[in-house]
Nanobody
């Protein structure tokens, strides 16, 4: 059974940075398109950034130029570097497969809170 573990969240002031990590047991990320999602209180879970097996990336308009998704297949880890954080980035962040029909069970996520 695949277990996803997200980490690296926390509280940060507007303009600050955080780096999220996603590790997995029971599977390897290599060869799979992966993504980061986020869910703010009372809202649906939204796609934030994605990365293909070949390393091509895509971003939601709201985070373009501020967030960077990357992968280290040797460490079986997906990262999300978040810079210039805004209060509207506050959410629980999750990683999972990009293709919805292939997704694993969601992990616990990691809370990101941006406030002064």
């Amino acid at each position: 059974q695949v277990q996803l573990v997200e980490s690296g969240g926390g509280w940060v002031q507007p303009g600050g940075s955080l780096r999220l990590s996603c590790a997995a047991s029971g599977t390897i990320f290599s060869g799979k398109a992966m993504a980061w999602y986020r869910q703010a209180p009372g809202k649906q879970r939204d796609l934030v950034a994605s990365i293909t097996s070949g390393g091509s990336t895509d971003y939601a308009d709201s985070v373009k130029g501020r967030f960077t998704i990357s992968r280290d297949n040797a460490k079986n880890t997906i990262y999300l570097q978040m810079n210039s954080l805004k209060p509207e980035d506050t959410a629980v962040y999750y990683c999972n497969r990009l293709i919805s029909a292939l997704r694993w069970s969601w992990g616990q996520g990691t809370q990101v809170t941006v406030s002064s």
